[in-house]
């Protein structure tokens, strides 16, 4: 079955509600955003939640040293890597479970992925002012051309509506949502939680 992360937590209340309805994995950003959390406060989440669920920290071009000190701050399973991070950052990091990020407008994108050695590889949507919560899909169909070992997790402009057809196509490893489950920039609805944890899992 393929497993759901939502992205742009910010909150305990939805991070529960996210958990109780099966959500896999909980992102925190902590790259400039309208969902950026204080390291604080992601830290008293992570600490209230259950074990098996992963909590992932999003990052763009950051150093690996802040990155670190982060994860160790908040005792984050694993780290997203939002922006144009060299492959030599990801072997810094490797203490951590890496998630690299990759924006897709074309064939051509998939090109610089076979670079990369992390443990798992996201395709998002590509949007020139934002690295990461655009709400803009790609062609799934390119994801065909990506001969990899390593998991796929596909996100950019997921919704309930159209993530079962994403999954069809791509039989991605994992599914990343976070504007397609709020009702306005940065604000969880829980309806939407629950009819996109149960699209993707149905």
């Known amino acids: 079955m393929t497993k759901v992360k939502i992205c742009g937590i910010k909150t305990l209340s939805d991070a529960k509600f996210a958990v109780d309805y099966?959500?896999?994995?909980?992102?925190?950003?902590?790259?400039?955003?309208?969902?950026?959390?204080?390291?604080?406060?992601?830290?008293?989440?992570?600490?209230?939640?259950?074990p098996f669920v992963t909590t992932v920290g999003l990052f763009v071009n950051d150093t690996a040293e802040n990155i670190e000190a982060i994860c160790r701050f908040c005792g984050l399973d694993a780290i997203q890597l939002h922006g144009n991070e060299r492959p030599s950052l990801l072997n810094k990091l490797k203490v951590f479970k890496t998630i690299k990020a990759?924006?897709?407008?074309?064939?051509k994108d998939i090109i610089?992925?076979?670079?990369?050695?992390?443990?798992?590889?996201l395709l998002d949507g590509y949007s020139e002012n934002k690295m990461?919560?655009?709400?803009?899909?790609?062609?799934?169909?390119?994801?065909k051309g990506l001969r990899t070992s390593i998991p796929v997790i596909v996100a950019g402009g997921l919704t309930h509506l159209n993530v079962s057809q994403a999954i069809r196509i791509v039989n991605p490893y994992a599914v990343d949502v976070s504007s397609g489950v709020e009702s306005s920039p940065g604000k969880k609805d829980r309806k939407l939680i629950k009819k996109f944890i149960d699209a993707a899992k149905g």
């Open 102 to 107: 990759f924006r897709i407008q074309n064939e």
């Open 132 to 143: 990461g919560g655009t709400g803009t899909s790609f062609d799934w169909k390119i994801v």
């Open 22 to 50: 099966g959500v896999d994995a909980i992102g925190f950003v902590f790259a400039k955003s309208i969902r950026n959390i204080s390291k604080e406060k992601a830290r008293a989440i992570v600490q209230k939640l259950p």
């Open 112 to 121: 610089p992925i076979r670079k990369y050695k992390p443990d798992a590889i």
